[in-house]
C-alpha cells in the first residue's frame, strides 16, 4: 500500500510503516491481540506479550484451549494504539505460526490469575504496520 | 467461563461480562479490530465502528480487499482497555456474520482519508467479555 495524502478535511493519511519500527513499537507495549481460526471464524484474545530475537511471546495456562488450537497454526498478533481527539494512531500485524512450549523461562509475567506454565511463541512470517498521521 | 478469584500476589480475577454489559462497553469506544479468515491465517484491521441495533457497522472503501473477503462470511470484531499500571481492563468480542453494503447511512465517519462508501455490518452470533479485576 503506497501512503496516500488526503485533502483537507477528510481524514488523515495512511502512511506505511518499516519493518524497524513494526518491532519497536510491538516492543513498546504490553498488550496485543493474538487471532487465530476456527471453523466458526476468528478468535481473538487481548494478552500481553514480550518481544525477544523477532518472536512475539506470550504466556498462558496449559490446558486453556488456545493452546491446543494454535500450536504449529497460522496466527496473527496485533497491537495498536489510537487517540479518540486527534484521530492519530498506529497499528502492527505480525502475521505467523505459533510454537507452544512448556519451557518456564521467557515471556512476560502474566496479568490474570494462574497457572501459566505454557509459552506460545509467534514466529513471523510478515510483519506490516500503518499510521494515520494528523490531518 | 465461571469467574475465578485469585490469591494474593498472583495476578487479577479474570471474570465475564454478561451481554447487556459488553454491548454498553462496544459503545463506548470509538475503535476496535475488524478480523477474518485467509487461506495464510487471520488478518485483524483496527477500524472505527458504531454501534446500530445489536449490529456493529464499520465504513471502508468499495475496493478495499476486505470488502471482498469478508462479505457473507465469519468475522469477528474486538474492543477492549487496558491499563498498564494497574493491569485493570476488559474486552469484548463479537462473532458473526459481515454484511457488506453501499448505502450511504449507517456506520462511524471515517479516520483515514479516501472513499469510505463500503459499509460492513456485523450481525452477532456470539457476544462475550472479560473483565480483569484488580489484585
Known amino acids: 500500500m503506497s501512503a496516500t495524502r488526503s485533502g483537507p478535511g477528510d481524514g488523515g493519511a495512511l502512511i506505511e510503516l518499516d519493518e524497524a519500527t513494526c518491532w519497536r513499537l510491538l516492543a513498546s507495549r504490553p498488550v496485543g491481540r493474538l487471532a487465530w481460526c476456527q471453523a466458526a471464524g476468528p478468535v481473538l484474545v487481548p494478552v500481553n506479550h514480550t518481544v525477544e530475537d523477532r518472536t512475539v511471546v506470550v504466556r498462558t495456562a496449559p490446558w486453556a484451549s488456545m493452546v491446543a488450537q494454535v500450536d504449529d497454526s497460522p496466527v496473527a498478533y496485533q497491537v495498536d494504539d489510537f487517540d479518540q481527539v486527534t484521530r492519530e494512531g498506529w497499528s502492527v500485524l505480525v502475521r505467523g505460526t505459533a510454537e507452544v512450549g512448556y519451557d518456564a523461562s521467557g515471556g512476560p509475567e502474566p496479568w490474570p ?3 501459566h506454565a505454557a509459552t506460545v511463541r509467534i ?9 494515520v498521521a494528523p490531518r
Chains 1, 2 share one sequence.
Open 113 to 115: 490469575a494462574g497457572s
Open 123 to 131: 514466529r513471523p512470517v510478515e510483519v506490516t504496520g500503518r499510521r
